[in-house]
């Protein structure tokens, strides 16, 4: 049983993020709806894959006719960083059961890790409060999900519109970043590279391949010493 007050502190922080997740999900199921899925199979796909960036891409990608083994490695390529966000939260579930440390991993994205790691910081914050974050901020963003879809199903969206939200959601994390040098490299090399690479024929694997130019040359420039802040 959830006490009361466990909830609602977990409810409060993640409201936020909760708000997001149906501006961005809506949309989302809309392109899901234009591969074929219908609301129900939608919420399912969201409460087990839960990746908001990957289920974007797959369903862009599948629209514009990529192989499935690309789409696979972009899809497992831009989700490793859960990995790493989950192995952040240990020290904070040192002592926790293996069931509700095994449910926080699972179910860890971008902003609730953001959340959960401030409130960690600050103190007071438990393991229970972080995982119902999670648990809401993912039921908030399935069904948005299924939403989505009974709209895709009821309205007449072009493809090509639907297919852009992929690359609209990607600007907005663009511009909400702390840019400083080493980030403007890895973008600008990335740009470059996702061009060149389609210049030369490698449609299918010109983002995987860009994003891999762009990490390797931020990396670079921030071993040669390069990093400093503008803003």
Not at 63 to 84: D, E, H, K, W, Y
Not at 95 to 114: I, N, P, Q, Y
Request: charged letters at 10%; a positive charge.
């Amino acid at each position: 049983m959830v006490r009361k007050d466990t909830f609602s502190s977990a409810l409060k922080a993640a409201i936020p993020v909760m708000a997001g997740y149906v501006g961005i999900g809506v949309p989302c199921g809309i392109m899901e709806s234009s591969v074929g899925l219908n609301a129900l199979m939608a919420f399912a796909v969201s409460m087990t894959f839960y990746s908001g960036a990957g289920q974007f891409m797959v369903s862009s990608m599948w629209l514009a006719g990529n192989p499935v083994s690309a789409i696979v490695a972009s899809v497992s390529f831009v989700n490793t960083r859960q990995m790493l966000y989950s192995t952040a939260f240990a020290p904070y579930f040192a002592g926790v059961k293996k069931w509700l440390t095994f449910l926080f991993s699972a179910t860890v994205t971008d902003e609730s890790f953001g959340v959960n790691m401030g409130l960690f910081r600050q103190g007071g914050w438990r393991p229970a409060q972080a995982t119902l974050v999670n648990l809401l901020c993912m039921t908030t963003w399935a069904l948005s999900n299924s939403v989505g879809v009974l709209i895709g199903d009821a309205l007449s969206i072009p493809t090509a519109i639907a297919s852009f939200a992929m690359t609209s959601i990607f600007i907005c994390l663009l511009v909400t970043q702390k840019f400083d040098r080493t980030n403007i490299v890895v973008v600008v090399a990335s740009f470059v590279g996702v061009f060149l690479f389609k210049l030369i024929g490698l449609s299918g694997a010109a983002i995987l391949l860009g994003a891999c130019l762009g990490v390797a040359c931020g990396m670079l420039f921030r071993r040669i010493g390069g990093h400093r802040e503008l803003v």
